[in-house]
């Protein structure tokens, strides 16, 4: 086993700025004491052990795509980079199920299946680690058909911080459903490593649908594209992908991508299943998009077509990014009931403008999860206030229509307090109480998700 003294440069977002939680001024990267690259569970174990009789921080690390800072190293500590654990172990395609290591990023596993007709359609944009799309319980453009990480968990492996393992479904098992004991499954899935080291997962499998076509539609309001897609729920129509994008964001996208969209609130669509069910899905939304003062669809019905469409959407961040030259970005996300959509992107805008922030906000309409893509300065300490003050005003209107103050990037180091907001004293107690039993020394990730003092 190999050990560096060095800092994780992980790709995120958070490394030079908190969102939330006024003690830490940025993200920047804290390096670890000492990082160490496990090859198998047993080392994993043998490591954890080691560092539980020491007393030593334990900070699990994938792919570092994560936007919370839930890989900084705060307190020090040993890193445990988990890249070299990345076998395939088990695939059953006849259950649709397969179970990976930690260092399998979902297109490596969807590479993996393509000659099987089946796929892992979670997708985050980034190609991140599936145990650690498992940790923080990503989700992304096809939740509103395939569902999140919490859904397509059947099973993990963990390492707990005496170095104890645990099954959480039983050794081996993948059931399709279960109605045994407690779902420890779930309790894992979004624990951001502050729980425990997930070192394989057991995941659900898709068929390929026979045929996928996309399509773009321009709105006059934001009420209208959002009304659309209620109403397109509502029919039953299993849309794959219904993403929003403001008229600021697609006006970034045309620019950086060479498209030609009008500048104004749309969806990207996109729709999965036989020829003839498409047809009937097509001219369903088609006529409930219409209905709401919506344009025709332009179609991307070829694969290159459609994938450079979508392309264009996951490139949204290096889009915003590119309206100020120079200035870094900052993503936050909240998660509302679809009906208060309208008004809290309305409500979002305006303060935007009303303090002179630029922050394109693009969307997973379907759940009510949208983004605010924050473009700023870092080395502009007051335009850095403006933009703290503005994300912790969004997560507190997103509480305060019914919603969450993060639908898929977890909370990390940037939104503590704001989750005991959302959750009360008494959830946050039952977490502690959680967390204390599972690690009561405070070893797993310190200072992510919990807000207190660690030992």
């Keep these: 086993m190999r050990s560096e003294h060095r800092c994780h440069r992980h790709r995120t977002a958070a490394n030079f700025f908190a969102g939330s939680g006024r003690e830490h001024e940025g993200f920047r990267c804290r390096p670890p004491d000492v990082v160490v ?94 145990c650690g799309m498992a940790a923080t319980s990503a ?17 993990l492996e963990v390492v707990l911080a005496d170095g104890s393992i645990v099954h959480t479904a039983g050794k081996g098992r993948r059931p399709r459903k279960t109605s045994a004991g407690y779902n420890l499954t779930n309790l ?6 502050t729980l ?50 403001d008229d600021v964001m697609i006006d970034a996208c045309n620019r950086f991508s060479s498209l030609s969209y009008p500048v104004t609130p749309t969806l990207f669509l996109e729709f999965h299943g036989s020829e003839q069910s498409l047809e009937e899905q097509v001219k369903t939304a ?42 870094k970005a900052y993503s936050t996300d909240v998660c509302v009931p679809l009906s208060r959509l309208p008004q809290i992107i309305v409500e979002t805008k305006e303060d935007l403008i009303e303090n002179r922030l630029t922050g394109p906000i693009a969307g ?54 704001l989750l005991c907001e959302e959750m009360g004293p008494v959830g946050i107690q039952v977490m502690r109480s959680l967390k204390d039993t599972l690690d009561p020394n405070s070893l797993m990730n310190p200072g992510k998700i919990l807000q207190r003092e660690e030992p």
């Design 37 to 130: 690259f496990p090859r198998c569970v047993e080392e994993v174990s043998a490591l954890a052990k080691v560092c539980h009789k020491h007393r030593l921080p334990i900070i699990p690390f994938g792919t570092g795509t994560g936007l919370e800072g839930g890989v900084g190293a705060v307190k020090g500590g040993v890193c445990f980079s988990l890249r070299n654990m990345e076998q395939v172990l088990d695939l059953h395609p006849e259950d649709f199920d397969v179970t990976v290591e930690p260092g399998v990023t979902r297109k490596a596993l969807n590479a993996y299946l393509r000659d099987t007709g089946l796929w892992f359609p979670v997708d985050p944009g980034a190609d991140a680690s599936l």
């Design 139 to 155: 989700s992304g453009t096809n939740a509103v058909r395939y569902g999140t990480m919490r859904e397509n968990v059947m099973n």
């Design 188 to 193: 894992f899935v979004g624990s951001e490593g």
């Design 196 to 245: 425990g080291i997930i070192t394989k997962t057991t995941l659900r499998l898709y068929g390929i649908p026979e045929a996928m076509v996309s399509a773009v539609c321009s709105f006059p309001s934001v009420q209208a594209a959002v009304d659309s897609t209620v109403q397109t729920l509502q029919a039953g129509v299993p849309i794959a992908r219904i993403e929003f994008l």
């Design 286 to 327: 088609e006529d409930i998009t219409q209905s709401n003062g919506g344009s025709d669809f332009q179609w991307a019905r070829d694969t290159e077509t459609r994938n450079r469409l979508w392309k264009a959407r996951h490139d949204a961040w290096y889009a915003a990014l590119a309206l100020r030259p120079g200035c």
């Design 364 to 417: 997973h309409v379907g759940d009510g999860n949208f983004h605010c893509l924050m473009v700023v300065d870092p080395n502009n300490p007051e335009e850095m206030h403006r933009v703290h003050l503005f994300t912790e005003r969004l997560a507190r209107r997103a509480l305060a229509m019914d919603g969450t103050c993060t639908g898929e990037h977890g909370v990390g180091l940037g939104k503590r307090a």
